[in-house]
């Protein structure tokens, strides 16, 4: 009986030893499932986090590119209209300047133009380009600059008035009606209200 109560007891040893152990692993394994699950949760929480964000950066984006799409085809829009405009009135004052010079006002802002290059070039040789139809004024240009004037056609001049080149003084005089009309276009921009942002 004695062995036998030395074996059970043995074997109580064991039995209790395993369970110690098995315990043991368990609550190991109890905590090492819970850490894991935790990780999991944690990445699955980053994860989706950062997916959420990724797609909202995508859309954010998408939208931004959209947007400056749209606004950039409205503003190439504007400035053609806004171009097509300016040509519009430009073609027009060109228009009422040309029938502005078959008037006989003009033949006197002509003359008057004449004397302001001439005093520029102080009686020295020049050459005076005019617009082809002004040729008929010849004899009056040249009276207010003296003999040492060439006069010539120039093609360039559309509307009309005068510009005048001294070698001697490596001056370009520009009275042309063209020129002037030119030099309106940004005093036009700026007043117009046509702007482009």
């Given at each position: 009986m004695e062995k036998t109560t030395k074996t059970d007891n043995f074997l109580n040893a064991i039995k209790k030893?395993?369970?110690?152990?098995?315990?043991?692993i368990l609550s190991e394994v109890d905590s090492f499932k819970k850490e894991k699950i935790a990780e999991?949760?944690?990445?699955?929480?980053?994860?989706?986090?950062?997916?959420?964000?990724?797609r909202l950066e995508l859309k954010k984006n998408e939208q931004t590119s959209?947007?400056?799409?749209?606004?950039?085809?409205?503003?190439?829009?504007?400035?053609?209209?806004?171009?097509?405009?300016?040509?519009?009135?430009?073609?027009?004052?060109?228009?009422k300047l040309i029938e502005f010079t078959k008037t006989s006002k003009y033949s006197e802002l002509l003359k008057n133009y004449a004397e302001?290059?001439?005093?520029?070039?102080?009686?020295?040789?020049?050459?005076?380009y005019v617009n082809e139809k002004d040729m008929a004024l010849a004899d009056q240009i040249k009276a207010i600059f003296g003999e040492k004037a060439e006069?010539?056609?120039?093609?360039?001049?559309?509307?009309?008035?005068?510009?005048?080149?001294?070698?001697?003084?490596?001056?370009?005089?520009?009275?042309?009606?063209?020129?002037?009309?030119?030099a309106q276009r940004e005093w036009f921009f700026e007043n117009s209200g046509l702007s482009v942002l």
């Open positions: 030893y395993a369970d110690n152990q098995r315990n043991t999991a949760k944690k990445k699955a929480k980053y994860d989706s986090e950062k997916l959420i964000k990724d959209r947007v400056a799409k749209l606004t950039q085809e409205g503003q190439k829009k504007l400035f053609l209209e806004r171009a097509e405009m300016t040509e519009s009135v430009f073609k027009k004052a060109e228009e302001n290059i001439s005093a520029l070039f102080d009686g020295k040789s020049c050459i005076i006069l010539c056609p120039d093609k360039t001049i559309k509307i009309g008035g005068l510009k005048g080149f001294c070698k001697e003084m490596s001056i370009v005089a520009d009275e042309t009606l063209d020129s002037k009309l030119n």
